[in-house]
């Protein structure tokens, strides 16, 4: 196997990741049609997504936890260090898309270095 095939791998996930992260906030979060479905039928599955993603972005759990994730994966070594920053550009990426972009750059930044170092 060679070794830069995990990161070949990771640069065609990562455009598929972008791209469903933003299908998620232009098809469910900015869409008008579900704020008028929502207050009538609250109890769908969509609505209740819906709502977790804004409780989610309110209190930026997503931006908070790539960040966390990120730091520790950037100062683990080895390959635990190199999952943990995956993992955190993982959650970095959806993040920046879903309106939590000033914490979320430095997660992905962080994550992005360890992914590349040695």
Known sequence: MSSRLPLMLLLLFLPLWLAASYGV???LMEDGQWVGLCVEQ??????QL???LGLMIHFRLL???????????FLLPGR?????ALAGLCLGVPALVLYTASLAVFAVVIAGLRLVRR
Do not use: I
């Open 80 to 84: 635990a260090g190199w999952r943990l």
């Open 42 to 47: 609250a109890q769908r599955w969509e609505c």
């Open 50 to 52: 819906r709502s977790g």
């Open 25 to 27: 906030r232009f098809a």
């Open 63 to 73: 931006a908070w936890g790539a960040l966390a994730v990120a730091v520790a994966g």
